[in-house]
């Protein structure tokens, strides 16, 4: 003390290192907490129904906003730096607004995920699809179609006014004709919302029935899942092909 009763700057140097040593600490307590609970990830999902179950907890965080952000960490990134194990393969449309990963709450190697507009698909996509569940055992297909899908009203513009698109956009429309005819027979108030449900109940249907995946799915190894996105609430539906 001075001789005014007052702490001398000695005693109060001291004083501050000591409480930042505490601080220190403390931040050090919480980042390794941190760290061993990001250490010790969930189980894989090895069958059709856990991994489904799985997607649709994350989808209901998601809606909710309580969110974990899981396996999206330095530790998790070096888990799945020399091999991977995807409990999902998710063919989905390329909206901005439809991220896989995100709206099922999925991190750093839990998903193979495909996008393609209107989830079109050709050889190529299809064997991407059909690489997980045939080299890595994934259990579960989830085909994602949404709610005002840009790419499935420019294929039903197109092909009720009979004006093909631009460039290889026409491919994309020749893909969802056959969505295109049923949504015609079934009508409806939105057509182009019948549209994208039906093309993604025929694209699952079609990965689910050809002849890498069938046996899969035969011997219940495999569930090819058709959903279905809301822009408005963030809520995936299942729609088709949902594992017992």
């Known amino acids: 003390m001075d001789r005014a009763g007052r702490p001398d ?3 109060l140097l001291a ?3 000591a409480g930042a040593a505490v601080a220190l600490a403390g931040c050090s307590s919480t980042r390794a907490a941190s760290s061993a609970t990001s250490a010790s990830p969930e189980a ?3 069958t059709p129904a856990t991994a489904l179950a799985r997607l649709m907890e994350g989808n209901k965080r998601w809606v909710s906003g309580d969110l974990q952000h899981p396996d999206r960490d330095p530790n998790r990134r070096q888990l799945v730096a020399q091999e991977q194990e995807p409990f999902g393969a998710i063919l989905s449309c390329i909206d901005s607004r439809v991220p896989p990963e995100l709206l099922f709450d999925t991190g750093l190697g839990d998903l193979y995920v495909m996008r393609t507009g209107g989830e079109a698909v050709g050889p190529v996509v299809t064997g991407s699809v059909e690489y997980g569940p045939m080299t890595s055992d ?3 297909i989830v085909v994602l ?3 005002r899908c840009g790419a ?3 294929a039903y513009t197109s092909l009720r006014d009979g004006k093909p698109l631009p460039g290889n956009l026409q491919a994309i429309v020749k893909a969802l004709q056959p969505a295109y005819k049923q949504a015609v027979r079934e009508g409806g108030a939105d057509p182009v919302e019948t549209m994208a449900r039906a093309q993604v109940k025929l694209t699952a249907a079609d990965l689910r029935s050809n002849q890498d995946l069938a046996p899969l799915v035969g011997k219940g190894a495999l569930a090819v899942v058709g959903a279905y996105y809301s822009l408005d ?3 995936v539906e299942i729609l088709a092909g949902a594992p017992s």
């Open 138 to 140: 994934t259990p579960l």
């Open 145 to 147: 179609g949404h709610q």
């Open 15 to 17: 004083s501050g290192l």
């Open 233 to 235: 609430t963030g809520k």
């Open 152 to 154: 499935v009203k420019s």
């Open 9 to 11: 700057r000695r005693s």
């Open 44 to 46: 894989r999902p090895t």
